[in-house]
Protein backbone atom coordinates (compact mmCIF):
# COMPACT_ATOMS: atom_id res chain seq x y z
CA UNK A 1 0.00 0.00 0.00
CA UNK A 2 1.21 3.72 -1.05
CA UNK A 3 2.45 6.20 2.04
CA UNK A 4 -0.54 8.40 2.19
CA UNK A 5 1.61 10.89 3.91
CA UNK A 6 3.52 11.26 1.33
CA UNK A 7 1.27 11.12 -1.59
CA UNK A 8 -0.83 14.06 -0.24
CA UNK A 9 2.40 16.05 0.45
CA UNK A 10 3.82 19.48 -0.97
CA UNK A 11 2.95 17.81 -4.89
CA UNK A 12 -0.19 17.38 -4.52
CA UNK A 13 -0.86 20.97 -3.70
CA UNK A 14 1.55 21.94 -6.37
CA UNK A 15 -0.38 20.38 -8.61
CA UNK A 16 -3.77 20.24 -7.75
CA UNK A 17 -3.71 23.93 -6.26
CA UNK A 18 -3.69 25.93 -9.46
CA UNK A 19 -6.82 24.33 -10.82
CA UNK A 20 -9.10 23.90 -7.77
CA UNK A 21 -10.02 28.00 -8.01
CA UNK A 22 -12.47 30.01 -5.47
CA UNK A 23 -15.43 29.63 -7.82
CA UNK A 24 -15.29 25.93 -8.00
CA UNK A 25 -14.66 25.38 -4.71
CA UNK A 26 -17.60 27.89 -3.71
CA UNK A 27 -20.18 25.58 -6.09
CA UNK A 28 -19.17 22.51 -4.75
CA UNK A 29 -19.58 23.97 -1.47
CA UNK A 30 -22.36 25.36 -1.58
CA UNK A 31 -23.79 22.35 -3.59
CA UNK A 32 -23.17 19.96 -0.80
CA UNK A 33 -24.33 21.75 1.58
CA UNK A 34 -27.45 22.15 0.01
CA UNK A 35 -27.96 18.34 -0.58
CA UNK A 36 -27.27 17.87 3.06
CA UNK A 37 -29.81 19.85 3.88
CA UNK A 38 -28.99 21.67 7.04
CA UNK A 39 -29.21 25.55 7.49
CA UNK A 40 -26.42 27.68 8.73
CA UNK A 41 -25.29 26.97 12.40
CA UNK A 42 -25.44 23.10 11.69
CA UNK A 43 -22.55 21.38 13.04
CA UNK A 44 -20.71 19.82 9.77
CA UNK A 45 -17.97 17.72 9.09
CA UNK A 46 -15.92 18.03 6.32
CA UNK A 47 -13.87 14.46 6.27
CA UNK A 48 -10.91 14.32 5.01
CA UNK A 49 -10.69 18.23 4.39
CA UNK A 50 -7.30 18.70 2.36
CA UNK A 51 -6.43 22.28 2.53
CA UNK A 52 -10.16 23.14 3.82
CA UNK A 53 -11.25 25.07 0.65
CA UNK A 54 -14.42 23.48 0.83
CA UNK A 55 -14.38 24.02 5.05
CA UNK A 56 -13.38 27.46 4.44
CA UNK A 57 -15.80 28.57 2.52
CA UNK A 58 -19.09 27.10 4.59
CA UNK A 59 -17.36 28.24 7.78
CA UNK A 60 -18.13 31.98 6.36
CA UNK A 61 -21.50 30.76 5.50
CA UNK A 62 -22.39 30.47 8.83
CA UNK A 63 -21.81 26.30 9.44
CA UNK A 64 -19.88 25.41 12.43
CA UNK A 65 -17.38 23.35 10.52
CA UNK A 66 -14.49 20.93 11.71
CA UNK A 67 -12.16 19.45 9.24
CA UNK A 68 -10.69 16.35 9.18
CA UNK A 69 -7.32 15.15 7.61
CA UNK A 70 -4.72 12.75 8.09
CA UNK A 71 -1.99 14.77 6.60
CA UNK A 72 -0.33 16.89 8.47
CA UNK A 73 1.18 18.91 5.27
CA UNK A 74 -2.56 19.71 4.00
CA UNK A 75 -3.48 21.18 7.55
CA UNK A 76 -0.60 22.96 7.99
CA UNK A 77 -1.66 24.61 4.50
CA UNK A 78 -5.20 25.19 5.56
CA UNK A 79 -4.17 26.97 8.81
CA UNK A 80 -1.89 29.38 6.90
CA UNK A 81 -4.87 30.06 4.63
CA UNK A 82 -7.36 30.31 7.45
CA UNK A 83 -5.42 32.41 10.11
CA UNK A 84 -6.61 32.26 13.75
CA UNK A 85 -10.58 32.28 13.00
CA UNK A 86 -12.12 30.01 15.70
CA UNK A 87 -13.57 27.73 13.21
CA UNK A 88 -13.44 26.02 11.28
CA UNK A 89 -12.16 23.94 13.64
CA UNK A 90 -9.37 21.35 12.20
CA UNK A 91 -7.97 18.03 13.49
CA UNK A 92 -5.71 15.62 12.53
CA UNK A 93 -7.19 12.13 12.63
CA UNK A 94 -7.00 8.82 10.14
CA UNK A 95 -11.25 8.80 8.82
CA UNK A 96 -10.42 4.88 9.51
CA UNK A 97 -11.05 5.54 14.06
CA UNK A 98 -12.63 9.53 14.37
CA UNK A 99 -12.01 11.01 17.40
CA UNK A 100 -15.45 12.23 18.13
CA UNK A 101 -18.29 11.08 19.89
CA UNK A 102 -21.38 8.90 18.51
CA UNK A 103 -23.77 11.68 16.98
CA UNK A 104 -21.57 14.37 16.71
CA UNK A 105 -22.80 16.05 13.39
CA UNK A 106 -25.65 17.44 11.66
CA UNK A 107 -24.02 16.38 8.37
CA UNK A 108 -20.88 14.61 7.15
CA UNK A 109 -19.02 16.07 3.44
CA UNK A 110 -16.44 13.77 1.81
CA UNK A 111 -15.78 15.33 -1.35
CA UNK A 112 -13.18 15.66 -4.19
CA UNK A 113 -12.95 11.44 -4.96
CA UNK A 114 -11.54 11.00 -1.16
CA UNK A 115 -12.74 6.72 -1.03
CA UNK A 116 -11.20 4.42 -2.98
CA UNK A 117 -7.51 4.75 -1.45
CA UNK A 118 -8.47 1.14 0.70
CA UNK A 119 -9.65 -1.72 -0.34
CA UNK A 120 -13.39 -2.18 -0.02
CA UNK A 121 -13.66 -3.61 3.49
CA UNK A 122 -11.35 -0.02 4.44
CA UNK A 123 -13.86 1.69 2.32
CA UNK A 124 -16.78 0.39 4.07
CA UNK A 125 -15.08 0.87 7.52
CA UNK A 126 -14.55 4.79 6.75
CA UNK A 127 -18.24 4.86 5.89
CA UNK A 128 -19.12 3.33 8.89
CA UNK A 129 -17.38 5.52 11.05
CA UNK A 130 -19.12 8.25 9.46
CA UNK A 131 -22.57 6.97 10.02
CA UNK A 132 -21.31 6.94 13.75
CA UNK A 133 -20.75 10.47 14.17
CA UNK A 134 -23.45 11.46 12.08
CA UNK A 135 -26.97 12.30 14.07
CA UNK A 136 -29.76 10.10 13.15
CA UNK A 137 -31.68 11.85 10.31
CA UNK A 138 -28.36 13.46 9.17
CA UNK A 139 -26.92 13.15 6.02
CA UNK A 140 -23.61 11.95 4.34
CA UNK A 141 -22.80 13.91 1.20
CA UNK A 142 -20.16 11.93 -1.26
CA UNK A 143 -18.59 13.15 -4.38
CA UNK A 144 -16.33 11.27 -6.54
CA UNK A 145 -15.55 9.83 -9.73
CA UNK A 146 -17.16 6.39 -10.76
CA UNK A 147 -15.99 3.33 -12.37
CA UNK A 148 -18.60 4.26 -15.76
CA UNK A 149 -17.04 7.67 -15.95
CA UNK A 150 -13.50 6.35 -15.89
CA UNK A 151 -13.80 3.43 -18.21
CA UNK A 152 -15.23 6.90 -20.54
CA UNK A 153 -12.38 9.46 -19.96
CA UNK A 154 -9.51 7.03 -19.19
CA UNK A 155 -5.89 8.00 -21.15
CA UNK A 156 -2.62 6.47 -20.09
CA UNK A 157 -0.84 9.43 -19.71
CA UNK A 158 -1.14 12.92 -19.12
CA UNK A 159 1.16 15.80 -19.46
CA UNK A 160 0.03 19.21 -17.68
CA UNK A 161 2.14 22.29 -17.67
CA UNK A 162 2.29 24.12 -14.15
CA UNK A 163 2.13 27.96 -13.45
CA UNK A 164 5.76 27.57 -12.14
CA UNK A 165 7.27 25.98 -15.30
CA UNK A 166 7.57 22.51 -14.20
CA UNK A 167 5.56 19.91 -15.80
CA UNK A 168 2.93 17.33 -14.02
CA UNK A 169 2.90 14.02 -15.84
CA UNK A 170 0.96 11.03 -15.27
CA UNK A 171 1.28 7.26 -16.63
CA UNK A 172 -1.63 4.96 -15.70
CA UNK A 173 -2.80 1.61 -15.85
CA UNK A 174 -6.61 0.89 -15.38
CA UNK A 175 -7.40 -2.65 -14.54
CA UNK A 176 -11.33 -2.94 -15.68
CA UNK A 177 -12.26 -6.01 -14.22
CA UNK A 178 -10.73 -5.27 -10.56
CA UNK A 179 -12.25 -1.40 -11.09
CA UNK A 180 -8.51 0.16 -10.03
CA UNK A 181 -6.16 2.60 -11.68
CA UNK A 182 -2.44 2.32 -10.84
CA UNK A 183 -1.05 5.80 -11.01
CA UNK A 184 2.55 7.09 -11.07
CA UNK A 185 2.80 10.82 -11.28
CA UNK A 186 6.01 12.78 -11.48
CA UNK A 187 6.75 16.39 -11.35
CA UNK A 188 9.55 17.55 -14.11
CA UNK A 189 10.94 20.63 -13.60
CA UNK A 190 14.59 20.31 -14.45
CA UNK A 191 16.19 19.21 -11.36
CA UNK A 192 15.78 15.09 -10.40
CA UNK A 193 11.72 14.48 -10.93
CA UNK A 194 9.38 13.81 -7.52
CA UNK A 195 7.78 10.99 -8.05
CA UNK A 196 4.76 9.25 -6.47
CA UNK A 197 2.81 5.89 -6.33
CA UNK A 198 -0.68 5.01 -5.59
CA UNK A 199 -3.72 2.52 -6.31
CA UNK A 200 -7.30 3.67 -6.41
CA UNK A 201 -10.24 2.22 -6.59
CA UNK A 202 -13.27 3.29 -8.68
CA UNK A 203 -16.86 1.77 -7.63
CA UNK A 204 -20.12 1.41 -9.93
CA UNK A 205 -23.13 3.30 -8.16
CA UNK A 206 -24.66 -0.42 -7.68
CA UNK A 207 -21.42 -0.96 -5.40
CA UNK A 208 -21.83 2.57 -3.31
CA UNK A 209 -24.96 1.18 -2.66
CA UNK A 210 -24.34 -1.87 -1.49
CA UNK A 211 -21.21 -0.05 0.99
CA UNK A 212 -23.10 2.71 2.31
CA UNK A 213 -26.03 0.16 3.09
CA UNK A 214 -23.25 -2.11 5.12
CA UNK A 215 -21.87 0.61 6.69
CA UNK A 216 -25.95 1.74 8.09
CA UNK A 217 -27.15 3.95 5.74
CA UNK A 218 -30.65 3.50 4.74
CA UNK A 219 -31.98 6.05 2.29
CA UNK A 220 -29.81 6.59 -0.35
CA UNK A 221 -29.53 8.76 -3.56
CA UNK A 222 -27.21 8.69 -6.45
CA UNK A 223 -26.85 11.93 -8.77
CA UNK A 224 -24.95 13.44 -11.44
CA UNK A 225 -24.78 17.40 -10.04
CA UNK A 226 -25.88 19.79 -7.27
CA UNK A 227 -28.98 20.09 -8.30
CA UNK A 228 -30.25 16.51 -8.80
CA UNK A 229 -28.80 16.26 -12.35
CA UNK A 230 -29.42 12.54 -13.23
CA UNK A 231 -26.18 10.02 -12.92
CA UNK A 232 -24.37 9.40 -15.88
CA UNK A 233 -21.28 8.08 -17.70
CA UNK A 234 -20.51 11.56 -18.36
CA UNK A 235 -21.05 13.30 -14.70
CA UNK A 236 -19.15 12.21 -11.64
CA UNK A 237 -21.24 10.43 -8.65
CA UNK A 238 -22.86 12.46 -5.93
CA UNK A 239 -24.32 10.16 -3.06
CA UNK A 240 -26.95 11.41 -0.58
CA UNK A 241 -27.34 8.86 1.97
CA UNK A 242 -29.51 9.07 5.09
CA UNK A 243 -27.81 7.62 9.07
Known sequence: MADWDDVFDETYLRFYGPFLDDERTRVEAEGAIGLADVEPGAEVLDCPCGFARHTAVLAELGYQMTGVDRSAVQLEEARRRLGSADWPRLVRADYRELPFDVASFDAVLNLFTSLGYLDRNGDVTVLGELHRVLRPGGKLVVETM???????IYTPRAWDPLPDGSTFVQERIFDQVAG????????????????????????????????????????RRFLGGWHGEPLTPDTRLIAVASA
Do not use: C, K, N
Open 180 to 219: TVATTYRILDGDAPVERRFVHRAYTAGEWDTMLAEAGFSE
Open 146 to 152: HRDRLAR
